[in-house]
Each structure stands twice: as structure tokens, then as C-alpha cells.
């Protein structure tokens, strides 16, 4: 044990004495210089920037001849960087020195920020335009405090002129170099800039065209030149283009281009389009038959033409041409329709005659039915219980017959004659008939334009059947004459009308020029069985030629009832009565029942109405002998002093 420590004890003087040795030898090594082995990675640098000596390795030598590292602090780093140029860092280690070559440079300069300063001069511009910034200046401040006036180039600023307006206010953006300023302009005027001519660029594809086609524009292009100096093109179809041209005649044809009040021409032919043939498309609305002499109806119906260019369209009904298939009465007849030398047809018309269109009214509503041409019928035709009005269409047209009996037999009837139509008895002598007998419960009325003439009703000796023109046949039978002319007939009473039953007013129209074999060339106001005397009311501008009050005796007579506004006269009064003495028939007329002429319902006579009465003769009842009424006799009221109302329009002694 004593001798392990003994040992432990040797070694451990053996170890001090050995570093003692050493560091005796290492006191003896010294540095003897340093140098720059490897270079620093920076070697460039900016006026007043750090001197950064990454990378850079120094390498210290000894007096032993040993190299080593020298750690760099920056208490070793000597430089002035205050200055552009080649600067020299030196290193410092003990005493020893080595340096390092570097590049200075001065800072470079920045732009800082940018101002527009200044108006421009053009504040008038058009939709679109470019912003002209004459007048305006921007100016560059840099980072070492200089400024600089910038040339201002296109695309250095941004604006918005896509909407018109007046004295507004338009921001400009100026960009330079990344940086930006933004002014607003005011005053600015934006107009839309109006075209100031145009031309074709391109024909329209179709340039042949037949007449009556409709100008193509397809293909069609145009180039339009604007106010701004601007230009365009436009394609048609399209909404702002509109044509004017007539195609309506063959030949070559200008049209003419419009867009927005400018105009261009292009030139086309325009040849002539014909009818190859027509047909109905759609028929006629009207199903109902025809009149006779009636024109056709097309109402409804469509007649298409095809062309030789192959196109069709409807024809103009106006200008189709119907051939006169209504000439004549018929059923199944065929209408011819010519148009442009092409003809069509429409089977199946019928034509009627007046008798059938009347019995075809199937109630008793007041109808019209117009004449169109004259109408000869064979047999009289019945109205029934119908309410017929005829009238003549585009002219005057005549009813005539060929038979000896009445043209119109009325019984629970109204019938109207209206303008334009003449009931005509000529052509038949002797017809033993009137051409109008009014019966039980009828109404016949005449109306201006109208007519009844030529017939001749001598051989009538029967009251129910006399009168030339008109017979008013029954106590509830009423003719009424508004207008219209009964002239030129003859009968043994009542050459234009007899009044045998019920009654006649008279506000209008004219019965002259008849004749008579008996009495009352033109009116015959009779007393029916001797018993039961007509009713005749006289106003308006009634006029008649002749006028025969009856009597079948002393207190059944007939006389005239007298509206106060009557404007007529009567060129003829004449008096007659049942008996073949004229003493009779005096007295019949001059007797305490003298009344001739009556005032209308609360209305009054005068001296000027019963002047309108011309007074003639005392008649026997077949007229064979007669005897004047004045001078002897006067009409009360026609002379001076008489006032007594009550008796006027009695027949006194002068």
C-alpha cells in the first residue's frame, strides 16, 4: 500500500515539472505579423454604410513559424466610408497590421413622390376620347430632395369619358415610376360625337329584286366617319339603319341608307314580278244570298297571288274585279274573281229575287233590304209580319210587275220605301189594282226618294181595291208619307191615293200630276159602307195637286185634319158625296155638320193655313156633274172679321 502511494506521488512532481517546461518554451514564441488569407465577401459599398468583414479571413504568424486564425473584432477595424471612392480598411492584432481595399459609392438617388400641377388647355371632348393634358405639368421630387419636371407621355394617366355630361368634373390619375397623383379637372364638357358622313363598304347581297319585294339589307356594310375623326363600321341588319326605296315599278332602283342623319346610296333592279295565279285562302265571311244586280261581297275572304318569282301575297280586295253574276235570280251560281288576268271562282251563290229575300226575314225586327238593280216580279209579294225597309243602293231602281195584281198586298205588315226606290206600275193597262193596299193592323210609309208611278187601277170600281198608287184598305190600316212622289198613276178614285179605310198623314213628299175617271185625281178621302168616314192629317211641307173629301151623308164625312206648322198646299179642293144630285151634295157639305178642315190635337187654325186650300168643286159621285164651291162658298176663317176659332175650316155662305 506504502508503495502505491509512492508511486502516485513520483508521477504527479513528474507532471509538474514537465508543464512547467513547456510553457517556459511557449513564453518564448511571439507574433510576428498578420495578412489577409481570404478576402471579405462585400467589397462594395454606399457612402456611410458598415464595413462588413464576413468571409474575410486574417491569418496570424508566429516567431515559431506557426500560423493561425485571428478572431476579427471591431475594435481591430480601422475605415472612413464618409466618402465615395477606393478606401482602404485596415486590421489591427497586436501591433500588426494588414489591410483591405474596398469600393465606395456614393447613394443613389430615389423618386419620391409626384404633383400635378396646371389646367389643361381642351376641356372639350367627345364620348371616348383621348385626354389632351397640354397646359398641365407634373413634377418629380427625389430622394435627395431635387425635383424635376416629367415629360408626360400617353399612358402615363387614366380618366373616364364614357358618358356624357356638361361642366363636369373628371378625375386624371398620373402614374410615373410608381408613383401616383391624382387631380380633378372641372368645366370638362363630354359630347357624343355626331357622324359626319358615310359610305358603302360592302353591297348588300341581294341586289335583283321583283316589284313589290321588300328591300334585303343582309351583307350590307358601312363605314361611318364621326365629328371626332373617328370611324366605324356598321353591319346590317341593325336597329339604327333605315331604307328608303320604291320597288313599286321595275327598273333600276336606288336605295337609299340612312344612319343617324347621314346617308349613302346602293344601286339595285327591280324587275317586274307577275301573277302566275290566284286562289282563296280564306272565303268570304257572308253566307247569306244575294239581291239581284247585288255586288259581291268579299268581306272577310283572302285571295293569295303567287308570283313568277315565286313569292306569294294576299291581293288587296279592292283590287280584285267580280264578274256580274248577280244579273239574274238563281241558286248555285259561281262567282268569277279576276285579278292581274288570273281568275278564281266561288261556287255555290245564290241569287234571290226581292219576293224570297223578304220571306227569308225570319221575325218581325225592322230590316233593311237593299235594291240594286230594277226587279220585275210576276206575282205580288206577301211582307207578312215582317217590318221590311227597301232602299236603293248607288242609285234609283224600280219594282215593277207583270201581273194585274198588287205589288205589295200588306196585312199585319210594315213596309218603308226609303231613297232610291220607285214601286212602277207601267207596262200592265188595266191592272184592276193599286200598286200598295194597306189591310188590317199595316203600316206603309213612303220616304224621300221614294216613288210610286205609272200604274193605271181604272177598272177598279170597289173602294177596297181603288187608287192608283196607294189603297188604304182597312179602319187599323196607316200610310204614312214623310217624302218621296206619287205622281203619274190613274184610277176611277183616287187617281194617286184613296183613302178608303183608317188613315193618311201626310207631313211631306208630293202627290201632283195623277189622274182620275171618277173624282180625286190625287187624293180621295172616302167614307167606307157610306158610314164610317177615313181619317186624313195634313202637315210639314205636304203638297198635293187635287184633293176629294167624301161624304156618305150629311154626318158622315171626311175631312182634313190640320197641323199648325203646315207649310204645303193643296192646289185642288174638291167635295163630293153619295149622290147623283148636286143640290144633294151641297147640302151635305153646307148643313149644321160643315166642318172641312179640323185643327190637329190642341192646336188651332189660322186664315194662313186655310189659305193654303185651294176651294173648287161640288162633285156628283161619279163626277160626271159638278158645280163650283166658290164664288158662294168660302172656307170660315179666310175672311176678314170671322174670328169666332170654333168654326174655322167649316164651309159657309160668302
Not at 211 to 218: S, Y
Not at 282 to 301: K, L, S, V, W
Request: aromatic fraction near 8%; charged fraction near 15%; hydrophobic fraction near 35%.
Amino acid at each position: 500500500m506504502r508503495n502505491l502511494i509512492n508511486i502516485s506521488i513520483l508521477t504527479a512532481i513528474f507532471a509538474i515539472a514537465m508543464f512547467s517546461c513547456k510553457k517556459e518554451k511557449e513564453k518564448e514564441k511571439t507574433l510576428v505579423s498578420i495578412s489577409v488569407t481570404t478576402q471579405p465577401t462585400k467589397k462594395i459599398y454606399v457612402v456611410g454604410e458598415t464595413f462588413d468583414p464576413a468571409g474575410m479571413v486574417v491569418t496570424a504568424t508566429y516567431s515559431d513559424q506557426s500560423t493561425a486564425p485571428v478572431s476579427i473584432t471591431a475594435g481591430m477595424l480601422q475605415y472612413d466610408f464618409s466618402s465615395a471612392g477606393t478606401k482602404t480598411v485596415t486590421i489591427t492584432c497586436e501591433g500588426k497590421t494588414a489591410t483591405v481595399t474596398c469600393t465606395v459609392n456614393a447613394p443613389e438617388v430615389t423618386l419620391v413622390s409626384i404633383a400635378v400641377t396646371g389646367e389643361p388647355a381642351n376641356k372639350n371632348y367627345f364620348v371616348g376620347g383621348e385626354f389632351d393634358p397640354t397646359g398641365m405639368v407634373v413634377t418629380a421630387t427625389y430622394s435627395d430632395g431635387s425635383k424635376a419636371t416629367v415629360t408626360i407621355t400617353a399612358g402615363m394617366f387614366t380618366y373616364d369619358f364614357s358618358q356624357a355630361g356638361e361642366n363636369i368634373s373628371v378625375t386624371i390619375i398620373f402614374v410615373y415610376n410608381g408613383k401616383t397623383a391624382t387631380t380633378t379637372v372641372n368645366g370638362i364638357s363630354v359630347t357624343v360625337a355626331q357622324p359626319t358622313d358615310m359610305v358603302v363598304a360592302a353591297e348588300p347581297t341581294t341586289t335583283t329584286y321583283f316589284t313589290g319585294d321588300e328591300f334585303d339589307p343582309e351583307g350590307l356594310v358601312i363605314t361611318v366617319t364621326f365629328e371626332d375623326g373617328s370611324t366605324t363600321t356598321v353591319t346590317a341588319p341593325d336597329p339604327d339603319l333605315t331604307f328608303d326605296y320604291d320597288f313599286s315599278t321595275a327598273g333600276d332602283k336606288t336605295v337609299t341608307v340612312n344612319y343617324k342623319g347621314q346617308t349613302a346610296t346602293c344601286e339595285v333592279t327591280v324587275n317586274a314580278a307577275t301573277v302566275v295565279s290566284i286562289a282563296i285562302t280564306t272565303p268570304p265571311a257572308r253566307t247569306e244570298a244575294y239581291g239581284i244586280g247585288e255586288p259581291f261581297d268579299p268581306t272577310g275572304m283572302v285571295v293569295t297571288a303567287t308570283y313568277n318569282n315565286a313569292n306569294t301575297a294576299p291581293v288587296n280586295n279592292e283590287d280584285l274585279a267580280f264578274d256580274d253574276f248577280s244579273a239574274e235570280a238563281g241558286a248555285g251560281k259561281t262567282v268569277t274573281i279576276t285579278y292581274e288576268g288570273q281568275t278564281t271562282q266561288i261556287p255555290g251563290i245564290n241569287v234571290w229575287t226581292l219576293n224570297q229575300r223578304i220571306a227569308a226575314v225570319a221575325n218581325a225586327d225592322p230590316v233593311t233590304i237593299n235594291l240594286y238593280a230594277d226587279e220585275i216580279i210576276t206575282s205580288s209579294i206577301s211582307v207578312g209580319t215582317r217590318d221590311i225597309t227597301l232602299k236603293g243602293e248607288g242609285g234609283m231602281y224600280s219594282i215593277m210587275s207583270t201581273s194585274t195584281s198588287t205589288i205589295f198586298s200588306l196585312s199585319n205588315s210594315k213596309l218603308t220605301l226609303d231613297n232610291n226606290v220607285t214601286l212602277d206600275g207601267a207596262g200592265v193597262t188595266n191592272r184592276n189594282n193599286p200598286l200598295v193596299n194597306i189591310g188590317s193592323n199595316s203600316t206603309f210609309t213612303m220616304k224621300t226618294g221614294s216613288k210610286i208611278t205609272g200604274n193605271d187601277n181604272i177598272l177598279a170600281t170597289s173602294g177596297s181595291n181603288s187608287g192608283g198608287a196607294v189603297c188604304v184598305n182597312s179602319t187599323d190600316a196607316l200610310f204614312v208619307m214623310e217624302g218621296g212622289s206619287i205622281t203619274g198613276n190613274n184610277a176611277r178614285f183616287g187617281g194617286g191615293v184613296d183613302v178608303y179605310r183608317g188613315t193618311f198623314t201626310m207631313s211631306g213628299g208630293s202627290i201632283v200630276g195623277n189622274t182620275e175617271n171618277y173624282s180625286g185625281a190625287d187624293v180621295f178621302v172616302d167614307v167606307a159602307g157610306y158610314t164610317t168616314p177615313a181619317t186624313f192629317k195634313l202637315s210639314g211641307t205636304a203638297q198635293i195637286g187635287d184633293l176629294t173629301l167624301y161624304a156618305g151623308s150629311a154626318t158622315a164625312k171626311s175631312m182634313v185634319t190640320l197641323a199648325s206648322d203646315f207649310a204645303g198646299n193643296v192646289a185642288s179642293l174638291d167635295l163630293s158625296g153619295y149622290s147623283s144630285s148636286i143640290s144633294t151634295i151641297k147640302g151635305y157639305w153646307t148643313g149644321s155638320a160643315n166642318q172641312v178642315i179640323a185643327p190637329a190635337t190642341e192646336q188651332t187654325l189660322t186664315k194662313a193655313l186655310l189659305d193654303k186650300f185651294t176651294l173648287k168643286n161640288f162633285l156628283i159621285e161619279n163626277g160626271t156633274v159638278t158645280e163650283t164651291i166658290t164664288p158662294g162658298y168660302h172656307l170660315y176663317g179666310t175672311e176678314d172679321g170671322e174670328t169666332t176659332q170654333a168654326d174655322f175650316g167649316k164651309l159657309v155662305a160668302d
